[in-house]
């Protein structure tokens, strides 16, 4: 849920910013707390790194 107008276009702007280099979710639920992750990435390992 966003609360200002332009929480939505910055929620849509790092996912496909971030989504290259590993996983997004927006609006994630966060269990142990009443709150809510506006966005949660998760970068994506190499199997190529030194």
Known sequence: MTRLPHEQLAKEYLEELLAPLGNVTTSKDV?????????WFV???SSSEN
Request: no cysteine.
């Open 43 to 45: 970068p994506t390992t």
């Open 31 to 39: 269990e142990s707390e009443v709150e809510e992750i506006d966005v």
